[in-house]
């Protein structure tokens, strides 16, 4: 699982409320069994990662039937996403554990297929600037992520049965065969920068989707800005928290390179 001393400085595993907590091989996920998709997985990484892959998304066994399977991904526009990446994972001596651990259903999550395939790759993209972090800027080349949802009222629902559309279900019951996807996903790395030899941290938020909430069912706009911006898709680290009611470690607040005054996400 998640090791809270991998930077040689203790950085604690998040806390939220209402969690389950699922060690795994150079990563932990702390899940949301109500929502059946993870508040978000806590890993360590150190560059450079192994490039193989098992592919087999599989069932954990950990939370029986909370957690969103195949069937909601057949035949529509949503992408199974990893939380924590496979690339982040598929390390050391243990690599190949890591590497299937990442396909555990509960570090998956809808990604609209903008986020990975169009020509922003905006998420990817992203992922691919933590990496260069690790690579070129970190002691060690050692980086710690923690990667998660946003997890709204007004998400809309996926059903496996209605394609790829996204609807408004208000009977509180999430069944086998929908899930509510999250509107947000987010992203904080954090590492001891080689040159200072200080913490640092950095938070991002990608948007997957925009519903229309005017009740005049207009069109919903999937991955709207497409292309990653490491100024544009960056936000303070504190408001991460305070958005996700997640609690974070002290210092990786304190350590966040974007050092500005926290305000509400509207």
Not at 34 to 59: M, T, V
Not at 69 to 93: I, K, S
Not at 133 to 148: C, E, H, P, Q, Y
Request: overall charge negative; some cysteine.
């Amino acid at each position: 699982g998640y090791q809270t001393n991998f930077l040689d400085i203790e950085v604690a595993l998040p806390t939220v409320e209402g969690s389950t907590i699922l060690p795994n091989q150079n990563f932990t996920t702390v899940f949301n069994r109500e929502r059946k998709l993870a508040f978000f997985s806590a890993l360590n990484y150190q560059h450079p990662f192994n490039r193989g892959r098992d592919g087999r998304f599989h069932r954990d066994g950990r939370v029986g039937d909370d957690q969103v399977e195949n069937n909601l991904y057949r035949n529509n526009a949503w992408d199974r996403g990893h939380l924590a990446a496979r690339r982040f994972v598929d390390w050391g001596d243990n690599a190949d554990a890591g590497d299937r651990d990442s396909f555990l259903w509960t570090n998956i999550v809808p990604m609209h297929k903008n986020m990975h395939t169009s020509a922003g790759r905006e998420w990817s993209a992203m992922e691919d600037h933590l990496e260069n972090i690790a690579a070129n800027n970190s002691k060690d080349r050692k980086l710690t992520m923690f990667v998660g949802c946003i997890f709204l009222d007004d998400d809309l629902t996926l059903n496996a049965n209605a394609g790829s559309n996204l609807v408004v279900d208000d009977d509180d019951v999430t069944d086998y065969d929908e899930v509510k996807v999250p509107q947000f996903f987010w992203a904080i790395g954090v590492w001891i920068n080689r040159f200072s030899n200080r913490l640092n941290s950095v938070g991002f938020l990608i948007e997957n989707y925009r519903p229309d909430l005017t009740g005049n069912g207009g069109p919903i706009d999937y991955n709207l800005t497409d292309s990653f911006s490491t100024t544009a898709d960056r936000v303070p680290v504190r408001d991460i928290s305070l958005w996700t009611g997640i609690n974070l470690d002290d210092g990786v607040i304190e350590a966040d390179i974007f050092r500005v005054p926290s305000v509400p996400r509207n």
